[in-house]
């Protein structure tokens, strides 16, 4: 079982901002900014496009629902969504509240939020994904 298996499963502690059956969204640990979310099949997938095309249908209209509350959480410009990261082989997106293009980029110093603040923003992003 994989890193992203074992948080999902609960095994390792995260930061839930959404969950359903088939897929699980949490907090990057190391985020680019404040929202910065990690969308994960529970299934164990390396890679994205080996998911059935159902099955991806269901993953992006669960990321969309975790973005809409996101995005009502951090009022921003847009939800980026991105796919990328080779240092977990499990498929994950990265759904990040954006104003510029510049929160997006993965290469600036990543922040480092006490976990009081982590779960602050969790349990935010939660009431409004369970408020929908």
Known sequence: MDIFSKIAAGEIPS????????????LDINPVVKGHTLVIPRREVDYIFDMEDDEIARYQQFAKQVAVALKKAFPCKKVAQVVLGLEVAHAHIHL????????VDFR???LQLPAEEMKQIADKIFAEFSAK
């Open 96 to 103: 990040i509240p954006m104003n510029t293009e510049a929160d």
């Open 15 to 26: 930061y839930k901002c959404a969950e359903n059956d088939e897929f699980y969204a949490f």
């Open 108 to 110: 600036r110093e990543k």
